[in-house]
């Protein structure tokens, strides 16, 4: 009797452990979180433990670890003087900006993601990164970026259960910007206009550029070769219209009606968020924010963190109905 009970035992348990033996899926305590979605993409993110990372001066390929290639981002984006919590949400930004580049608009036909800012995301590898750094500090700076990084380990952003484009920039100037007013297009139901206190106590929230007649022509007609300007008119310029964010919609310089993002591009202006001032022959724009406002601020991040706010909190702030996922 006592052995056919052993038997009986045996089969009811080698029946109950089939299902775990033969599943490809992580086992979740749904004790201590029942809205774990084991299943939230229809792609395998394990598939991106490696990069193809495209060096933009050499043209060479080279295939890195992803989170090694996160670390140097990290590094080349953000102060690592930030608060930690900064960094760490600059790290799960960064993942799924990467992630989100490879899996939906790849622009490398032999590589992932490059390694240039104008086109990707900034990177630097870690060697010239300790070299840029007091020396006295340099391991101490690189391993906070590595704490940073680990501690976020295989999280990225996502809505709708996809990974989201995780736009970042310097300084929102106090307001973010919506996708619509710089690059056009329907936008991104994640990306609305937030406000964050505390920017304006970092040198990237305002900044000058003064031209004087014959400099401000000169970067004008570059793209518009008929711009004429008379700066004894007092309606010579002219800001015409502001989004809900305080910058630039449409700006007459002259004898053209410009975008603020257009104008910012062609004076190299830190943001499209400016006023304008005639004197003595010079053209001087006040400048708010640094960047083309969209997504994560930096600055904003960090300054979160000084408030005491965790990582997840600041990319839930900047970033509208999103989740952070641990996909790996």
């Given at each position: ?164 484009n995780a736009f970042f920039h310097a300084n ?157």
């Open positions: 009797m006592k052995k056919s009970f052993i038997i009986i035992l045996i089969v009811i348990l080698f029946i109950f452990l089939i299902p775990l033996i033969f599943t490809n899926k992580r086992v979740v305590d749904t004790s201590t979180n029942n809205n774990i979605d084991l299943e939230v993409v229809d792609f395998n993110y394990s598939e991106y433990s490696e990069i193809k990372l495209l060096h933009k001066d050499t043209d060479e390929v080279e295939k890195v670890k992803l989170d090694d290639y996160i670390a140097c981002v990290v590094s080349a984006e953000m102060p690592v003087s930030y608060e930690l919590e900064a960094l760490k949400a600059q790290a799960i930004v960064a993942r799924t900006y990467t992630i989100y580049k490879i899996t939906t608009s790849k622009k490398h036909d032999n590589a992932d993601i490059c390694d240039k800012s104008t086109c990707c995301q900034a990177w630097i590898s870690k060697e010239n990164r300790l070299k840029r750094w007091k020396e006295s500090d340099a391991q101490n700076n690189w391993n906070k970026i590595i704490r940073a990084v680990n501690e976020t380990a295989g999280k990225i952003v996502t809505y709708n259960n996809k990974p989201i929102s100037g106090g307001k973010t910007e919506i996708p619509f007013y710089v690059w056009g297009g329907s936008g991104y139901p994640y990306l609305q206009v937030v406000e964050t206190s505390g920017e304006d106590a970092y040198s990237q929230y305002s900044s000058e550029a003064e031209f004087t007649k014959e400099e401000l022509e000169r970067k004008i007609r570059e793209k518009h070769s008929d711009f004429e300007i008379d700066l004894e008119e007092n309606d010579c310029i002219e800001i015409k219209e502001r989004d809900s964010s305080n910058r630039v919609v449409t700006v007459k310089i002259g004898n053209l009606n410009l975008s603020g993002v257009e104008t910012r591009t062609l004076l190299g202006l830190r943001s499209a968020n400016f006023t304008v001032d005639i004197s003595n022959n010079k053209v001087n724009f006040k400048v708010i924010g640094y960047g083309h406002g969209v997504g994560m601020s930096q600055t904003g991040a960090d300054a979160l963190a000084k408030q005491g706010k965790n990582c997840e909190e600041i990319i839930k702030h900047f970033y509208s109905g999103v989740e952070i996922k641990d996909k790996f």
